[in-house]
C-alpha cells in the first residue's frame, strides 16, 4: 500500500554519488520527487508509547510499514494467538515465533526498532491481527491491524 518505501535509502545513493563527482545530476540531499506531493513515507508511526494510527485496515496481498517516528526503541511483535490460523508470524527482528521475538528482546534486545527505522510486513491472508511493543506492552502500546478480501 506504501509507494515510496525506500526513498530514504534512495536518497542516500544519491549523496554518496554526489562525493564522488557526479554533483551535476545528483540531489544533494533532497529527494527524488515521484510526484506524489505529501503522502508519508510510512503506514504506522509510533509515538512515545503507542501506534499510530492503533489499528489500520489493508486489503489482501498489501504491505504496511511501520516507522519509528518517536525519540525511544520500540518493537513490532505480533501476538501469536491473536492473529490468524493460517497466516505467517511476524515481527521486527524477523523472528518466527513470539517466543523467540521475546526471549531475544529479553536478552539483547533484539528487534528494537530506533527512531527512523522501519519495519513492513506484508499480509496474504484476511482477518485480524493484534501485535504489541515489547518494552511498552504494560503501557498499552498495542496495535491492529485489519485485512480484507
Ligand atoms: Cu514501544
Not at 530514504?8 to 515521484?34: F, K, M, N, Q, Y
Request: proline share 4%; glycine share 14%; hydrophobic share 35%.
Amino acid at each position: 500500500m506504501y509507494r515510496r518505501r525506500f526513498l530514504r535509502e534512495v536518497g542516500a545513493v544519491g549523496s554518496a554519488a554526489a562525493t564522488i563527482g557526479l554533483a551535476g545530476c545528483a540531489r544533494v540531499g533532497g529527494e527524488p520527487d515521484h510526484g506524489d506531493g505529501d503522502e508519508p513515507d510510512h503506514d504506522v508511526g509510533m509515538l512515545a508509547t503507542a501506534y499510530r494510527p492503533r489499528e489500520i485496515t489493508v486489503s489482501v496481498g498489501e504491505t504496511v510499514v511501520w516507522e519509528n517516528t518517536s525519540a525511544r526503541s520500540h518493537t513490532v511483535t505480533a501476538y501469536e494467538n491473536a492473529i490468524p490460523d493460517e497466516a505467517e508470524y511476524f515481527a521486527s527482528g524477523g523472528y518466527d515465533g513470539e517466543v523467540a521475538a521475546r526471549e531475544a528482546w529479553a536478552g539483547e534486545f533484539g528487534g528494537r526498532l530506533e527512531t527512523g527505522d522501519r519495519y513492513s510486513h506484508t499480509f496474504a491472508v484476511p482477518g485480524r491481527y493484534e501485535y504489541v511493543c515489547l518494552p511498552h506492552e504494560n503501557g498499552g502500546m498495542i496495535g491492529t491491524v485489519v485485512v480484507e478480501e
